[in-house]
């Protein structure tokens, strides 16, 4: 649908938006805040906040829920660079990037990602308040690609799908491969 066209108006009009609200006065206060999203949905980010996850996850006895987010997340991780190989999207060049990058644009990794460890933490934690959380931080983390100008919002949303759509398979079979139901 990208690469024929028919997400044009909208993923130009989202980002021309994103481009007039972040050269605005307002636009200087959220930047910061966009800025550090990025930062922490980033590889370096996520690795940080993997390592402590699964930390804590050794410490308090569930090994297999540490191994099944680990292999989860590599895995997952392996997809999007194959997809980004695969569909070789060039980077939008609507406005100036705020970010520096140096893969292909589509599907986000950020928000792919993201949607799977955010989205792998509130299901191993299963209360509602983490899924909430997760939700707000994967939103603001995709949304600050766009932001940012590194991203047309449909490159974020197929990095939503990727995400959830691994995450789901993860949650049905790796389990079941292990002898759960």
């Not at 509602?128 to 100008?149: C, N, Q």
Request: with cysteine; net charge positive.
């Amino acid at each position: 649908m990208q690469r024929a066209g028919w997400l044009d108006e909208l993923n130009v009009g989202l980002m021309e938006l994103a481009g007039r609200t972040r050269d605005g006065t307002i636009g200087q206060n959220i930047t910061p805040l966009m800025r550090l999203a990025s930062a922490l949905g980033g590889t370096a980010g996520r690795l940080l906040l993997l390592t402590l996850s699964l930390g804590y996850l050794l410490w308090a006895g569930r090994r297999r829920c540490a191994l099944w987010l680990m292999a989860m997340m590599a895995a997952g991780t392996g997809l999007n660079l194959i997809l980004k190989q695969i569909f070789a999207a060039p980077r939008p060049d609507l406005l100036p990037h705020l970010d520096i990058v140096h893969t292909y644009s589509f599907p986000s990794g950020h928000a792919a990602g993201n949607m799977m460890f955010f989205g792998a933490l509130a299901l191993l934690a299963a209360r509602r308040s983490v899924y909430w959380g997760a939700a707000m931080l994967i939103a603001l983390i995709g949304i600050s690609r766009v932001w940012l100008g590194v991203h047309w919002p449909s490159d974020v949303t197929a990095g939503w799908i990727e995400g959830v759509g691994w995450l789901a398979f993860c949650a049905i079979w790796l389990p079941a491969r292990g002898g759960e139901q």
